[in-house]
């Protein structure tokens, strides 16, 4: 038997009112791969995101995570199937202090769920694995501040840090650089190969440097639908994809 | 077993604040032991767990909820039927239990109407939770059996033998059964502040999108909350139970509710003592301000509007940023700011609240005199006098007021910007 693949698109689509967005996307991520997805602007990136996520039901078409179909399933069942996500737009969680924002993330992976009857501070696993996270996104010196009021950067680096503490198999990386100063984005191509050593990453990025930098594989979006699904050398050949970013050959992806 | 040991130096203030806050209701009955201290007491002791745990919902899960008093007061019903019923002898419970019953009963009404309103969250949900206080409000007066009409239902709280003495005759003792249970659940809402769900229901609060996205049923988490809130809520209308011995659809009612949000929001919801200053100020004002004027829901409303408009954290947030000023050894910097800005006030205070005093003497004819005594001054409500002096003194007050609250605001704004440099450094080197 076959290892079913981490996700599996087939068919998908999706409507808003009589728009069709995503039209007929079809799309395979085995085990282990980093997967970025380019297209066009308004091409239904995001949109797939948050179809693959559970946030948007699908019009019609099936989503596989490990084989198992995820019809129905809300974000929070879905995120417990080994499946996290990150958002475009930083999503934290302010007022709590950088490490407590990664101790929300590990409690429900690590079997703490709605716990009212245990100490947190008692739970010496959760400390760890939120202390670990926070090394690893270097923002230990931060540890005590309110996300809210961390530099952009860091906040998307602790953007990152949430999506991964849960320890879930499967990422999902929305934008992950977008905004971001050359160095800054450098620093953070770094670290996404860290979190995601030997797990799968699925992410839309614009900015092609990180997209060369980190992608085994790449999935170009046109109008709702996957054209090309290729290593980066071959997709940058890719006539069809040259074609999709507005005749001008190969200059947006050299860039 | 394996431990990671992190050196943590013991927090004195947080424990001694605790110590103090126990000792201060053991030792309180003796300072204030008139009856009216007494009955002040008691009643601060119930609304202060009814205001905590408002706060669960509001400061610590941000749920905005008009239908809290619902659950005191359903809690409070079953407790009075139950009392009635140990009367009756049909049931064994010792009065020093009542309240757990009602905490039990609130628990219930916390299950069934939580299941509804937590569908919805958000304003959703607050417009659901004041249609749920509207039909447990009309049901207190539909179904007299229960809920005793307009009455209310009345019992008498020295029932069964007396333990050890305690009979729970005297008030001294009541106020002590409510000191207990007090203390216990202040310790015990404190404490789920720190568990797993009491943190999540912050994350709830930040952010439920993404609360949803590290695998939390962001519903779930609201629903437990409102048990976990009406539970201790109903311990808070048992005791009122037995305190007042009557229990009537007042305690279900909006009145109630709006009193709850109204007060805990003037303590303050961003931290876990705000809520109790707020229902301290709420006895104060319900027992004492109101036999003293019978303008006191237009001065707490005034109150209300200037904490909303100046210090939303509430009252308890002033204290917190004075403290951190005194703590900065700051403070002498504010005296001569704070020591103007006070004097500047009080002729503005004087003013306005004679011209309220009165308009509501004259509104109100008191006893057909139309001499009565102001700050106390006689003044002719009738005579042009008082008013035109009154009018004069506030504006005085407001002119200077307005000078002295420049001043002060610049000198806080300086004093907070060395704070945070300093703090800013220290983030630095550490």
């Not at chain 1, 602007?41 to 948007?56: C, D, E, Q, R, Y």
């Not at chain 1, 996300?147 to 998307?156: C, V, W």
């Not at chain 2, 419970?93 to 757990?100: A, R």
Request: aromatic share 10%.
């Amino acid at each position: 038997m076959s290892v079913p693949l981490a996700i599996e698109l087939r068919d998908l689509r999706k409507s808003f009112g009589k728009t069709e967005i995503i039209r007929g996307a079809n799309l395979k991520v085995p085990h282990g791969q980093r997967f970025a997805i380019i297209g066009p602007n308004g091409a239904g990136k995001s949109t797939l995101f948050n179809l693959i996520s559970g946030a948007f039901a699908p019009t019609s078409g099936e989503i596989l995570l490990n084989g198992h179909n995820l019809a129905g399933l809300r974000p929070f069942e879905i995120n417990r199937r080994g499946l996290s996500r990150s958002f475009q737009i930083t999503n934290i969680f302010h007022r709590l202090s950088v490490f407590e924002n990664l101790r929300c993330a590990v409690l429900y992976s690590l079997g703490y769920r709605y716990s009212f009857w245990q100490s947190l501070e008692k739970l010496a696993d959760a400390r760890e694995r939120a202390e670990n996270v926070l090394e690893l996104i270097g923002l230990k010196r931060r540890s005590e501040t309110p996300a809210g009021l961390l530099t952009y950067a860091e906040q998307r680096a602790l953007e990152i840090g949430i999506t991964v503490a849960g320890g879930a198999e499967v990422i999902l990386l929305d934008e992950p650089t977008a905004g971001m100063s050359r160095s800054e984005s450098d620093h953070a191509v770094e670290l996404i190969r860290t979190v995601t050593e030997g797990k799968t990453l699925l992410m839309v990025e614009h900015d092609m440097s990180v997209v060369f930098g980190l992608a085994d594989q790449i999935a170009v979006v046109v109008y709702g639908e996957v054209i090309a699904c290729d290593t980066p050398e071959r997709v940058r050949a890719n006539a069809k994809v040259q074609e999709a970013y507005l005749g001008t050959p190969a200059e947006a992806l050299d860039e | 077993m394996a431990k990671t040991i992190t050196f943590k130096p013991l927090d004195i203030g947080f424990w001694l604040a605790w110590l103090g806050y126990i000792v201060f209701l053991g030792v309180a009955p003796l300072i204030f032991s008139s009856n009216l201290g007494l009955t002040v007491l008691s009643q601060i002791g119930t609304v202060i767990i009814a205001a905590l745990s408002y706060n669960m919902l509001l400061g610590q899960t941000g749920m905005l909820s008009f239908g809290h008093a619902v659950y005191g007061g359903l809690g409070g019903f079953i407790a009075i039927h139950a009392m009635n019923l140990v009367a009756g002898g049909s049931l064994v419970c010792p009065t020093s239990l009542i309240p757990l019953v009602g905490g039990l009963g609130g628990a219930f009404f916390g299950v069934i109407f939580g299941w509804v309103t937590t569908k919805k969250s958000g304003t959703t949900f607050a417009m659901i939770t004041l249609g749920i206080g509207e039909l447990v409000a009309s049901a207190a007066l539909t179904f007299p059996e229960f809920f005793g009409g307009e009455a209310g239902i009345t019992t008498n709280r020295v029932i069964g033998h007396a333990v050890l003495g305690i009979s729970y005759g005297p008030q001294r003792q009541v106020y002590y059964l409510i000191s207990a249970w007090l203390v216990i659940c202040t310790i015990a809402m404190y404490a789920f502040t720190r568990t797993p769900l009491g943190r999540i229901a912050n994350a709830v609060r930040d952010n439920p999108e993404r609360c949803a996205f590290v695998g939390y049923n962001t519903q779930k988490v609201r629903f437990l909350v409102v048990v976990l809130a009406a539970f201790f809520a109903g311990i808070s209308g048992g005791l009122g139970a037995i305190n007042f011995e009557i229990v009537s659809s007042e305690n279900v009612g909006a009145l109630r509710s709006g009193s709850l949000l109204l007060f805990t929001f003037l303590g303050g919801v961003g931290s876990f003592v705000g809520p109790i200053l707020g229902a301290v100020v709420y006895v104060f004002s319900l027992e004492l301000l109101s036999k003293v004027t019978q303008a006191w829901p237009l001065y707490i409303g005034l109150l209300f509007l200037l904490i909303v408009m100046y210090a939303p954290g509430g009252l308890w947030s002033v204290v917190q940023m004075n403290m951190r000023i005194i703590k900065f050894q700051l403070f002498r910097q504010m005296l001569r700011p704070y020591a103007v800005i006070l004097c500047a006030a009080l002729p503005l205070f004087l003013g306005i609240t004679t011209l309220i005093e009165l308009a509501y003497a004259r509104q109100l004819d008191v006893g057909g005199d139309a001499v009565v005594r102001i700050w106390g001054l006689p003044m002719d409500v009738t005579s042009l006098m008082p008013w035109l002096a009154a009018f004069v003194v506030a504006v005085i007050g407001a002119a200077l007021f307005r000078r002295a609250a420049r001043g002060f605001s610049l000198a806080w704004g300086r004093v907070h910007e060395i704070i945070a440099e300093r703090t800013a450094g220290r983030g630095v080197s550490a």
